[in-house]
């Protein structure tokens, strides 16, 4: 008993790679036994491979017995030892899937996907853009970085965290940030001073763009004054914490029910919202766009930034246009074919 007592905490000791290597030599060599004591029994090596692997394994179709004293002496080895081995290597698989959920929950996993949105910096925002990006596409990978120590939204299979300072390249190298579609950067809250908050998010733009200057970035900045200081780090876009908030609840004072339809737009959850359109070769002028859309379901509503093209409908298109339009997902999926 003492010693089958030390073989098995040596063998819990050991590594993976070094019981998986011990079970196939195991397997192989009781093969080999089994066939040397009754040949005629299995008929070939495979066979006696077979049944071995069905013996240790419990299941017992029956279809290969031993008939001599020795094979059968041999069977009641491979039960006490084969059961224990296997006991054994059921017991390292749990463990290791324990081991890649704890540390899938303490963000100490590298995520290997690819086309997938980092969000940096983890806040009440953060969430409700995760819920956002979501609704609109259910099976979308996101990474969330953030210098805490627990996963935000374990539950969400398809969200990893990864833990560390976001401005450090070894957290961003562990999100797959050079892989990543998109980069959203979110002020960190924690910070007391706005001037700071910004300042760290420049720093992290700055490695995100150095790093994957192909990942469209977007930055939630504190204070406006500070935009011209992340035009030098190729930021893609801008977001001001407060800026919007104050301009809906200034224009539902000022117009009521306005900030409920601007409040539909900002959220992919009620159906129509704003896409980009390719350009069609039979539109030459904004009017022709326009109509053309409109029979089809859809409104337009501007060419890059400029909202006025419906006062100057009459003018070319642009080679350089970029147009969006207001619809709702079918519309705009027709339309993008």
Known sequence: ??????????????????????????????????????????????????????????????????????????????????????????????????????????????????????????????????????????????????????????????????????????VLAKAGIERAKSAIIFSDIRIDESALIDGKSLLIASSVERIAPQVHTTVEIVQEKHIRNFHHVQVNEFVLSHDAISRLAVRSALHEGNSEVLRQLLSRQYGDDIYEVPVNRAWRTYADAFRGLLEQGATLISDRGDLSINRKLSENIPSDARLYIICDADTYQRLAK
């Open 1 to 170: 008993m003492h010693f089958i007592r030390l073989i098995s905490s040596r063998l819990m000791r050991m590594s993976r790679l070094s019981i998986a290597a011990i079970i196939v030599m195991v397997v192989l060599s009781s093969a080999t036994i089994s066939y040397a004591l009754e040949p005629d029994t299995f008929g070939s090596w495979f066979n006696a491979m077979y049944w071995v692997l069905t013996t240790m394994a419990t299941v017992g179709y029956g279809d290969f017995s031993p008939a001599t004293v020795a094979g059968k002496a041999w069977t009641m080895l491979l039960y006490i030892f084969g059961i224990g081995m296997l006991s054994l290597v059921i017991g390292k698989i749990i463990d290791a899937i324990a081991l890649i959920q704890k540390r899938r929950g303490v963000g100490k996993l590298n995520y290997s996907g690819s086309n997938h949105i980092v969000i940096i910096n983890w806040s009440k925002k953060a969430q409700t853009a995760v819920e956002e990006i979501l609704s609109y596409k259910p099976k979308c990978e996101i990474v969330i970085v953030d210098e805490s120590s627990r996963h935000p939204l374990e539950h969400l299979p398809t969200v990893h965290f990864v833990s560390g300072d976001p401005a450090e390249d070894e």
